[in-house]
């Protein structure tokens, strides 16, 4: 996510939400080891790359993203598990939508409940849901 601060005031004009600072490898950098692992617990291992050189940014999110767990607990709706659902039970998106086919209804349903979320959980709510649950849990820790 690109972040605009204004030159004069430095103050941040994205709607994006800090969430941590990280590696990652320069532009020069070189693979140095490279392997296959269950990062996740899930049972699918992916590769992941060591290299000798990196550089420490930024991690920022948009709102939405960075409030997507915060959703999805107070909705009972995850829709990226959804949509994985929905291509693993039904395919791809038909080309042209066609009512009373069921890979369009499935899809339909699915861009109803986008709408809704966007429509009840814009950038404003999402960034006040990550502060209240910041200061959660920092209350938590004192």
């Not at 598990?81 to 369009?104: A, H, M, N, S, T």
Request: hydrophobic fraction near 30%; aromatic fraction near 10%.
């Amino acid at each position: 996510m690109k972040i605009e601060v204004d030159d004069k005031t430095r103050e941040i004009l994205t709607k994006g939400i800090f969430y941590t600072e990280m590696e990652l490898p320069t532009k020069d950098a070189k693979i140095v080891k490279e392997w296959e692992e269950d990062l996740f617990g899930d049972g699918e291992k992916i590769t992941v790359v060591e290299h000798d050189k990196y550089e420490e940014v930024e991690y920022w999110e948009c709102p939405r993203c960075c409030a997507e767990e915060i959703i999805t607990e107070e909705t009972g709706i995850n829709l990226h598990r959804f949509k994985q659902w929905i291509k693993e039970g039904f395919g791809e998106r038909c080309p042209d939508y066609v009512k009373g086919c069921p890979v369009c209804d499935a899809y339909n349903l699915y861009d109803e409940l986008e709408d809704m979320l966007d429509i009840q959980y814009d950038d404003e709510v999402c960034a006040d849901l990550v502060e209240e649950q910041r200061k959660s849990e920092e209350s938590k820790i004192e």
